[in-house]
Structures are given as structure tokens and as C-alpha cells.
């Protein structure tokens, strides 16, 4: 069982920067690739990007790419979001989520475990 804990969201003003932190538990990483979704109010949760085992390969949705980065510490057993030149439209919670094996994928119901999620807003 990987228990997964995020952290690191609060308010910011827009064209501002965040670095969402997510910690594992009860289980090494090294096997599981990982990934950020979110959601905001009233809406589906989004794929924002995802990392695999490795950390070599690495997928984003077009509407963060070139502002945000998902980086992982095998050592630290952490997963990292950093979020720069934030809109309004980035607000939302933001989840970390594991899947075992190394394939990423973009679809939420591929992965098997999750985080409580750790909230962003964004004022303009």
C-alpha cells in the first residue's frame, strides 16, 4: 500500500510560482510511475503531467507545457510539480497519483493510488 501526501499549494497572485511537493509512504517509488492531476470546481479531474520510473520521460498536458515541471527524487521517495507563470485558470486542487509499473499514462483511472490533494488558487 503507497500512501501518498501533497503539500505545498496556497494562494498566489497570477504570473507567480508554486512547487507542490508530494511524499510517499509504505512503499519505495522506484516502481511506480507518477503524475499531477487536478480539479477544479464543478469540473472533471484534469491530467497535468506524469513521470516515468525513471525519470527520463516526461508528459504534459498542452495547457501547462513550457510552465510547469514534474521532477522525482527516487531517493527521497518524493514527487515534485513546479508551476511557474500561473493563471487564474490553474486553480484548483491538485492531486498526486502513483501507477505501478513504468508506462505513464494521462488517463486518471490508470493509476492506483492517490493523495488528498493540496489546493492552488490563483487570483488576477
Known amino acids: 500500500q503507497v500512501q501518498l501526501l501533497e503539500s505545498g499549494g496556497g494562494l498566489v497572485q497570477a504570473g507567480g510560482s508554486l512547487r507542490l511537493s508530494c511524499a510517499a509512504s509504505?512503499?519505495?517509488?522506484?516502481?511506480?510511475?507518477l503524475a499531477w492531476f487536478r480539479q477544479a470546481p464543478g469540473k472533471e479531474r484534469d491530467f497535468v503531467a506524469a513521470i516515468t520510473t525513471s525519470g527520463d520521460s516526461t508528459v504534459y498536458a498542452d495547457s501547462v507545457k513550457g510552465r510547469f515541471t514534474i521532477s522525482r527524487d527516487i531517493d527521497k521517495n518524493m514527487v515534485y510539480l513546479q508551476m511557474s507563470s500561473l493563471k487564474p485558470e490553474d486553480t484548483a486542487v491538485y492531486y498526486c497519483?502513483?501507477?505501478?509499473?513504468?508506462?505513464?499514462?494521462?488517463?486518471?483511472?490508470?493509476?492506483?493510488?492517490w493523495g488528498q490533494g493540496t489546493e492552488v488558487t490563483v487570483s488576477s
Open positions: 497519483a502513483a501507477r505501478y509499473g513504468s508506462k505513464i499514462s494521462t488517463s486518471w483511472a490508470s493509476y492506483d493510488y
Open positions: 509504505g512503499h519505495t517509488l522506484s516502481t511506480y510511475a
